[in-house]
């Protein structure tokens, strides 16, 4: 499935200083194809994190669209798009998002069991592996360290098996044999045909990439 974006920007208003406006992401368009890893680069500030919230639905661009498909993310009323986020969209954020309560294992198969879902324990188990953290399944996240809690967050979205996957700085915290693991693992479920698009400002994603993007100060460009 192929996520697109058509001239998509985001502004946001201000009352001081010479414009009244400040523009975080200046018009532009891309599309994310199935099977392929899309690696973005740019400095902190450059509006790479407000462009992936943006395709994820999660902020309204200001002008343009974000099609899944055939379906307008922004034309749909707001149960519809968590449905569709929760379904399809899976989003790696840069910080915690872990629910305190829950272990590892039942943070990582939350999603697939809500609205009505079963827990892909299969795919969890596999994924848990693959990313080194079979050995904290029963741990709480209070226990686990950043770079652990990083990759339960990546193990619950590559476990939901959505069409797209948005991760945000995803090797931000990682040494370098994980973060290695890591863009394995991205890599691995974009050749399963998932649209991926990596967020980072490391070279060492860019070797994983079918695709590389640039953004500076909002503008995004392609190598």
Sequence with gaps: MELRAEN?????FRKRGEANFFEAVKPGSLILRS????????????GKTTLLHMLAGLLQP???RVLLGDTDLYALEDNQLSRLRNEKIGVIPQG??????????ENIVLPGILYGGMPRTEAAEGWMEALDISSLRDAMPAELSGGELRRMAIA?????DPAVILADEPT????NENTEIVLNALKQAAKAGKAVLVVSHEDDAEAFADRVLHMEN???TES
Aim: overall charge positive.
């Design 8 to 12: 998509i920007s985001r502004r946001y």
């Design 35 to 46: 099977g392929e890893m899309t690696v973005l680069k740019g400095r902190s500030g450059s």
């Design 62 to 64: 200001s002008e343009g």
């Design 96 to 105: 915690r998002s872990a629910v305190d309560t829950l272990t590892v294992y």
């Design 156 to 160: 619950r979205t590559l476990t939901a």
């Design 172 to 175: 931000g915290d990682l040494d």
């Design 218 to 220: 909002g503008n995004l």
